[in-house]
């Protein structure tokens, strides 16, 4: 593609291992050759919590994931990251601990984040381990999507979708100037709060269901259904910046916080 000077913008998708300097370099070097020349890599960390990777045969380094992290965003590519909720062996506590990690990453450039729920499609070998590992598929619709699982009872499922929303809704930027300057408005509130991520997020959260109680929004609903269609969607229009920024604002001049209180097992 730099030999025939080519002039597209490109989406690719790499396992985080394959990402080395020489990678980067190259993709550097096809930016440069034309403005119109955007590269856009879908990096797959899916969660940090190593015995679910080993159980999706996926069995990543967060060092790899650092390294190549590092090395795209110093050739200055968009990354989209990758999570699922509703794998093997995930708890609330490791979930919310990548939540923790992630965020910090979504900091600078134009990365951002995409979410989204474990289907176990019949006839995959993803789904032979979700019978094996006993996950338990929403029976609501036939989108196969994770409901529980042994290590994920629902009430956890559910907490894990509303602060997930919160999180996709700031930090799924992509290269729209309005939400990355929500984006940053909230790391300068973060930074003057001096308090984690999590903490954050599961006060946003709780903010945001107190909010919508009383009301018919899927966010507020006990069993949160359509949660990963409300995240891509309707979060948009139920959740307006405005909304996102008083509350931080608020945070900020009160120093009142409404955590989920949530048991790290």
């Not at 550097?28 to 590269?39: D, E, F, G, H, V």
Request: net charge negative; charged share 25%.
């Amino acid at each position: 593609m730099l030999d025939l000077r080519l002039q597209m913008s490109i989406f690719i998708e790499v396992i985080p291992i394959f990402v080395d300097q020489v990678v980067a370099d190259l993709m550097a070097a096809y930016q440069a050759l034309s403005i119109n020349n955007q590269i856009m890599v879908g990096l797959g960390l899916q969660t940090i919590n190593r015995r679910a990777l080993k159980a999706i045969h996926r069995d990543i380094s967060i060092h790899h994931f650092d390294r190549a992290f590092d090395l795209l965003s110093q050739s200055k590519v968009i990354i989209k990251t990758d999570l699922i909720l509703g794998l093997p062996f995930e708890t609330k506590a490791s979930w919310l601990d990548l939540l923790e990690y992630i965020s910090e990453k979504m900091r600078y450039g134009f990365n951002y984040l995409s979410l989204a729920v474990l289907r176990l499609l019949p006839g995959t070998e993803l789904k032979d381990i979700g019978d094996k590992c006993h996950l338990t598929v929403d029976t609501r619709n036939f989108d196969h999507f994770v409901y529980s699982t042994p290590d994920m009872p629902r009430s956890d499922f559910v907490d894990c979708l509303r602060i997930s929303c919160v999180a996709f809704r700031l930090f799924h930027t992509e290269k729209d100037e309005e939400r990355l300057g929500l984006r940053n408005f909230y790391f300068e509130i973060k930074d003057r709060l001096r308090i984690p991520h999590i903490e954050i997020l599961e006060h946003l959260a709780k903010y945001l269901l107190t909010v919508f109680e009383g009301t018919m929004s899927d966010f507020a609903k006990p069993d949160f259904p359509n949660a990963e269609h409300y995240w891509y969607f309707d979060s948009y229009r139920e959740i307006p910046d405005l909304m996102i920024r008083d509350e931080l604002q608020r945070m900020l001049t009160e120093r009142v916080f409404q955590p989920f209180s949530l048991r790290r097992n």
